[in-house]
């Protein structure tokens, strides 16, 4: 029993380290102006309409600051069925001309809806730096894009760091409850382990 235990402490650790990689440098983000990042990542700021820094649009554009400097340019979301020449109702920008400290991400979206979100300001008239398009995935109403950029495409990491962005296109972004829930049980693995080096089941702990 005691080298299964041990068995699958390690194997929770080893969990608990694939998890942190692959989720560490993941954000989420809407069209309202909502984001989150997983735990021990530094967070990016909740969006908020102001002027364009980028000078895409005349007017106001939600705009959200990542803490880390990453590759400007633009990623394209394109509606279900059609190629990059034909229809985009989303476009992010990532944007750090400078290639230092914090990134403006700027999230346009269409004025083609009927209750205009935040986001609702209109498309920029051009596109920037090499810009990638990306399809939308999910049923009308539930819909938006994942993007993992490789190295020197938009929104890559300047300092080599994975990033994975959630972009949600219509919807709100999720909690992060599964999230929590994994960390949790990781917190009970490590306790377990603990006792063990004790050479005290939990049981006989709290018996004392």
Same mark, same amino acid.
């Not at 989420?28 to 021990?40: L, V």
């Given at each position: 029993?005691?080298?299964? !235990?041990?068995?699958?402490?390690? /194997?929770?650790?080893?969990?608990?380290?694939?998890?942190? &990689?692959? /989720?560490?440098?993941?954000? !989420?983000? $809407?069209?309202?102006? +909502?984001?989150?990042?997983?735990?021990?990542?530094?967070?990016?700021? @909740?969006?908020?309409?102001?002027? $364009?820094?980028?000078?895409?649009?005349?007017?106001?554009?939600?705009?959200?600051?990542?803490?880390?400097?990453?590759?400007?340019?633009? #990623?394209?979301?394109?509606?279900?069925?059609?190629?990059?020449?034909?229809?985009?109702?989303? #476009?992010?920008?990532?944007?750090?001309?400078?290639?230092?400290?914090?990134? *403006?991400?700027?999230?346009?979206? $269409? !004025?083609?809806?009927?209750?205009?979100?935040?986001? *609702?300001?209109?498309?920029?008239?051009?596109?920037?730096?090499?810009? =990638?398009?990306?399809?939308?995935?999910? @049923?009308?109403?539930?819909?938006?894009? #994942?993007? !993992?950029?490789?190295?020197?495409?938009?929104?890559?990491?300047?300092?080599?760091?994975?990033?994975?962005? +959630?972009? =949600?296109? $219509?919807?709100?972004?999720?909690?992060?409850? @599964?999230?929590?829930?994994?960390?949790?049980?990781?917190?009970?693995?490590?306790?377990? +382990?603990? /006792?063990?080096?004790?050479?005290?089941?939990?049981?006989? &702990?709290?018996?004392?």
């Amino acid at each position: 029993m005691k080298n299964l !235990t041990k068995t699958l402490f390690a /194997f929770g650790i080893t969990y608990a380290i694939t998890a942190t &990689s692959l /989720f560490a440098q993941i954000y !989420t983000f $809407d069209e309202y102006g +909502n984001s989150t990042s997983t735990p021990g990542t530094p967070p990016m700021s @909740p969006g908020i309409l102001q002027p $364009d820094p980028s000078g895409g649009l005349p007017g106001p554009v939600l705009v959200f600051q990542l803490p880390i400097p990453v590759v400007t340019g633009d #990623v394209v979301l394109l509606e279900q069925g059609t190629s990059a020449s034909g229809q985009y109702s989303d #476009v992010v920008r990532f944007w750090d001309p400078t290639g230092v400290n914090l990134t *403006d991400v700027i999230f346009y979206s $269409d !004025t083609d809806e009927t209750t205009l979100l935040p986001a *609702d300001t209109g498309l920029p008239a051009q596109l920037i730096g090499n810009p =990638v398009f990306i399809p939308e995935v999910g @049923p009308e109403g539930n819909n938006g894009a #994942v993007w !993992t950029p490789p190295a020197g495409a938009p929104g890559s990491s300047l300092a080599g760091i994975a990033l994975t962005y +959630n972009i =949600v296109s $219509d919807g709100v972004v999720p909690e992060p409850g @599964p999230l929590a829930l994994l960390m949790g049980g990781l917190g009970i693995l490590i306790g377990i +382990n603990r /006792f063990g080096q004790k050479g005290l089941s939990p049981k006989a &702990s709290l018996n004392r």
